[in-house]
C-alpha cells in the first residue's frame, strides 16, 4: 500500500491536489478548519471525478469510486498530519496566516523526512516558513489553474531546504503526473509569474499606446504563441527556428536588443487605460458572463490536455 499524504486546505486548489495524489495510489487525508467545507470538498471531489471518468479524462488506473475511497477528510490537523510523507498545504494567500499554519504544522510533525509543502502563488519561503522550526524540509509547489490539466509545478525551496528534500519533491510531483520544475533559490514572482507578467507589460502597454486592441493581443497569443508555446517553450522555438539558438541569436540578436530597448516602463496599471482596457474587454465579455466563459477555457483546457495525452508519448 502506497503512503499518506495530507493536505491542508480544501479549497480550489487543495481538492485538485487530492485528486491528483489519489489518481496515483495514495491515501490523503484532506483538512479544513471548517466541517462544511470538508463535507463540500469530498461531494465535489466524487462529481469531479465520476465527470471526469465521463470524459475520459480521469487520471490513473484506478475507478472514480476506488479513487474516491483513499481519499477522507478530517477538522482535525493532527488526524490529517499524522503519519503523513507529504503534506501539501493550500490555505489562503495571506502570509501571516501562512506563517503561523506552517508554525503549527512543524510542531506536529515528529520525522526529518516529511515533506511540507506549500500551494502559495507569490509568497516567498522565508516569509511563510519564518516561524517554522522545520524549513530543511519545508518547500513550495506551486501548481497552475487548474493543477488537473495544467500540470506544470514549480518547485521553489527554502534557502535552508535539504537537497534530499528538494530532490524527493521532484520525484513525487514526477510520480504523480505533474511536470516539476525546480528553481534553485528562490526568487520574487517565482518563474511562472515573472514570465507571465513580462507578457502581460507588454500585451498593456500595446493596447495603452493604442497599437491594437485586447481582443487582437489576446489573439496573438491564442491562435499564434500560445498555440505554438503550448507544444514547444520559447528555448525550443528558438533552437528549431534556425539550426540551433547560435545561428538564431547571429541572425536575430540584435532585433531582440534594438525591439527590447524600446520597451517602455512597467504601467502603472490604473487610471485612463485601466478604465478603456476594462470598456474594452467588458464589452466583449460582460462581467455577467464569467461563468460561461470560465467553462469554456476548462472545456478548452481539457481538451487540450487530452490531445497531449493521445498524441504525445515523449
Ligand atoms: P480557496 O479559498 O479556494 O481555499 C482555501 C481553503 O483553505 C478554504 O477551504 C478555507 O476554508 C481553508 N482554510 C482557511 N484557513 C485554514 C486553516 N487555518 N487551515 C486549513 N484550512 C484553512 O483557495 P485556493 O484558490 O485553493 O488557494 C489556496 C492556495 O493555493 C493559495 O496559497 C493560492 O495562492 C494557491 N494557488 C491558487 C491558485 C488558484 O488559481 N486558485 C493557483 C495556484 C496556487
Not at 96 to 110: H, M, N, P, R, Y
Not at 171 to 187: C, F, S, W
Not at 233 to 240: A, S, V
Amino acid at each position: 500500500m502506497k503512503g499518506k499524504i495530507g493536505i491542508v486546505g480544501s479549497g480550489l486548489v487543495g481538492k485538485s491536489w487530492a485528486m491528483i495524489f489519489a489518481s496515483a495510489g495514495y491515501n490523503v487525508t484532506i483538512y479544513d478548519i471548517k466541517e462544511e467545507a470538508v463535507e463540500n470538498a469530498l461531494v465535489d471531489i466524487e462529481t469531479q471525478l465520476l465527470a471526469l471518468k465521463k470524459s475520459e479524462l480521469l487520471r490513473g488506473k484506478l475507478t472514480p469510486q476506488e479513487q474516491k475511497s483513499l481519499i477522507t477528510g478530517t477538522i482535525s490537523l493532527g488526524e490529517c498530519i499524522k503519519d503523513a510523507f507529504f503534506i501539501q498545504s493550500a490555505i489562503p494567500e495571506n502570509p501571516d496566516l501562512k506563517k503561523k499554519v506552517f508554525k503549527t504544522v512543524a510542531d506536529l510533525v515528529i520525522t526529518d523526512d516529511v515533506i511540507i509543502s506549500s500551494s502559495t502563488s507569490c509568497l516567498m519561503p522565508d516569509i511563510i516558513y519564518a516561524d517554522s522550526s522545520r524549513k530543511e524540509q519545508s518547500i513550495i509547489c506551486h501548481p497552475v489553474n487548474p493543477p488537473y490539466y495544467a500540470p506544470m509545478v514549480e518547485i521553489i525551496p527554502h534557502d535552508e531546504t535539504t537537497q534530499d528534500i528538494r530532490k524527493r519533491t521532484r520525484d513525487i510531483m514526477a510520480e504523480v503526473g505533474q511536470k516539476p520544475v525546480l528553481l534553485n533559490r528562490a526568487i520574487d514572482g517565482f518563474a511562472l509569474n515573472r514570465i507571465q507578467y513580462s507578457v502581460i507589460n507588454e500585451s498593456w502597454r500595446l493596447v495603452q499606446d493604442g497599437i491594437m486592441s485586447p481582443e487582437d493581443v489576446d489573439t496573438v497569443l491564442t491562435a499564434g504563441l500560445g498555440m505554438r508555446y503550448a507544444t514547444i517553450g520559447p528555448f525550443e522555438t528558438i533552437h528549431l527556428n534556425a539550426e540551433g539558438v547560435r545561428e538564431y541569436m547571429e541572425k536575430f540578436a540584435s532585433s531582440i536588443k534594438r525591439v527590447s530597448a524600446k520597451f517602455g516602463p512597467t504601467p502603472d496599471y490604473s487610471g485612463k487605460a485601466l478604465e478603456n482596457i476594462c470598456d474594452m474587454i467588458e464589452e466583449k465579455i460582460p462581467l455577467g458572463q464569467m461563468a460561461k466563459r470560465r467553462a469554456r477555457r476548462d472545456k478548452l483546457l481539457a481538451g487540450m490536455a487530452k490531445l497531449f495525452k493521445e498524441l504525445d508519448s515523449d
